[in-house]
């Protein structure tokens, strides 16, 4: 069970689109919709952003969206802020009834 | 709002058993059916999901930690617990207690404990 394949990092300006990738194999991304997106500040808990592919949690911004092709969900976040410099995760059910976490993302707003 | 708070030693010795608990407030755990997982992180790594289990007491562990692992239910505590066998300093991390955010079981962790820092050292 290898760890989901994320870019270390993705950049973008206030106001623009960036979109983060989360790849996966046809036992994990490619085979079930429950792929759940993280944000991590530093010295914190992770924070559920994106659950079952494209669902939001009560009180988390739709700027995030989710979404998947083939063995690759990805995580979009448009208008970018200030506030959504973090780190992200993604996390995938694998067959076998477990779970992996993607390698994790540093997003940077310049 | 349900809150998980872990708890146990800062520092196991290598070979020996890594014993964590995870108490949960704001709600009971007998009611309703959730899963309550574990995971950690190295210290500037990524995450790493240890395994689950669901309030009826099956188990689902990581396979690379699986002959180590054992999840154990204390409901009438509100507690659950990990337990991790023949520790080496690779075991080293911020271990985080979590609960999905419904039944299904979709891995969705909403809940967190702040996380605890476990080191693994003679």
């Known amino acids: 069970q290898s760890a989901l394949t994320q870019p270390a990092s993705v950049s973008g300006s206030p106001g623009q689109s960036i979109t983060i990738s989360c790849t996966g194999t046809g036992s994990d991304v490619g085979s079930y919709n429950l792929v759940s997106w993280y944000q991590q500040n530093p010295g914190k808990a992770p924070k559920l952003m994106i659950y079952?592919?494209?669902k939001w949690p009560s009180g988390v911004s739709n700027r995030f969206s989710g979404s998947k092709s083939g063995n690759t969900a990805s995580l979009t976040i448009s208008g970018l802020q200030a506030e959504d410099e973090a780190d992200y995760y993604c996390?995938?059910?694998?067959?076998?009834?477990?779970?992996?976490f993607g390698t994790g993302t540093k997003v940077t707003v310049l | 709002q349900v809150h998980l708070q872990e708890s146990g030693p800062g520092l196991v010795k290598p070979s020996q058993t890594l014993s964590l608990t995870c108490s949960v407030s704001?709600?009971?755990?007998?009611?309703?059916?959730?899963?309550w997982s574990w995971i950690r992180q190295p210290a500037g790594k990524g995450l790493e999901w240890i395994g689950r289990i669901y309030s009826r007491g099956t188990t689902n562990y990581n396979p690379s930690l699986k002959s180590r692992v054992t999840m154990s239910l204390d409901t009438p505590k509100n507690q659950f617990s990990l337990k991790l066998d023949s520790v080496t300093a690779a075991d080293t991390a911020v271990y985080y207690c979590a609960r999905d955010i419904d039944s299904y079981g979709s891995g969705s962790n909403l809940y967190w404990g702040q996380g605890t820092l476990v080191t693994v050292s003679s």
């Open positions: 996390c995938s059910f694998a067959a076998g009834g477990t779970f992996v």
């Open positions: 079952e592919l494209t």
């Open positions: 704001g709600g009971s755990m007998s009611s309703g059916s959730y899963y």
